[in-house]
């Protein structure tokens, strides 16, 4: 069960505090207007700077004084000065890319029938609902079973309309393949992996992923964050498992753990064999093997 979700960062940490500085750059029109109008031509590291004179006119401002004052606050956060002109910081781009993904001032209702699925309680058809950024498929017929929850962009929904499921599980599994590797996938810190050994539980385990700087966290079974390395994928398909399908189509993996050192082994059954993954407490993968 994959459960993603959002934890505030530490109030009192440096980053916090900067973080509230940057926010509170932007809280005026001219400042909004000079950055709108920077994003405008942007071609990524080949964005032409736009020149002091380029930019107050786009501005449509003629007092040079008070231009220079909103610009001189905006640079170095949200603007940066180059050889022929300006052009907008990483901040910038990657803040505008994040309210467009998001769309904060709208509202999406969606609830969809997951057709090529039944619940693994009741047989009932479960749903796809989304409420506050994130998505969940579970059963309403019995309540009892949760497929998963991840958040996803609002902006994918009309973009993906016809395989939103697929667009969904495609973004999990490469963020939670990304996250195990050490990497944040919202901003490239460092991700903490907790194995929760002392409570490893047969079939029914799952760690934590949670980065060190924002605010990505996520909760998942162990199997679900190696499915994009190459050897786990490849003996997966070996007896019959389609690394890249939904998670609730997979069997149970059983897990176990071993001390001195710690590893974690986790073995995944069909009728076609049993794959064997022996993980270090970071989840290295060490082995693999089919039987
Ligand atoms: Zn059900
Ligand atoms: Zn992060």
New binding site residues.
């Given amino acids: 069960m994959d459960r993603g979700e959002d934890h505030p960062p530490d109030a009192n940490s440096g980053s916090t505090v900067d973080a509230r500085d940057a926010f509170a750059l932007l809280g005026h029109e001219i400042r909004l207007d000079i950055l709108f109008a920077l994003l405008e031509d942007w071609m990524a590291v080949y964005t032409e700077p736009k020149s002091y004179a380029e930019l107050m006119a786009a501005v449509g401002l003629e007092d040079s004084g008070k231009f220079n004052y909103h610009l001189s606050k905006l640079q170095g956060v949200y603007v940066e000065k180059v050889d022929d002109g300006y052009v907008p910081t990483a901040s910038a781009t990657a803040l505008y890319r994040t309210v467009l993904a998001t769309r904060p001032t709208e509202t999406v209702e969606f609830e969809q029938p997951v057709t090529e699925a039944a619940c693994p309680d009741c047989g009932g058809q479960p749903v796809l609902e989304y409420e506050r950024g994130f998505v969940a498929v579970a059963c309403q017929a019995c309540d009892s079973w949760d497929g998963f929850t991840y958040p996803f962009p609002q902006n994918g929904f009309e973009q993906h309309e016809e395989s939103l499921l697929e667009a969904v599980q495609d973004r999990v599994r490469h963020e939670i393949g990304l996250a195990r590797t050490g990497q944040?996938p919202?901003?490239?810190?460092q991700?903490a992996v907790d194995p929760r050994i002392e409570s490893v539980d047969g079939d029914d385990h799952w760690i934590e992923l949670g980065?060190?700087?924002?605010?990505?966290v996520v909760g998942v079974e162990p199997l679900s964050t190696l499915l994009t390395d190459d050897r786990v994928g490849s003996a997966l398909r070996e007896i019959g498992i389609d690394p890249t399908g939904h998670g609730w189509e997979r069997p149970d993996e059983e897990v176990s753990v071993s001390r001195d050192p710690v590893r974690l082994e986790i073995a995944v059954a069909t009728e076609q064999g049993t794959v064997t993954i022996t993980a270090t407490e970071r989840l290295a993968v060490e082995r693999v093997a089919v039987g």
Avoid: Q, W, Y
Wanted: proline residues 0%; charged residues 10%.
């Fill in positions: 944040c919202a901003c490239a810190g991700i980065c060190e700087s924002c605010t990505f």
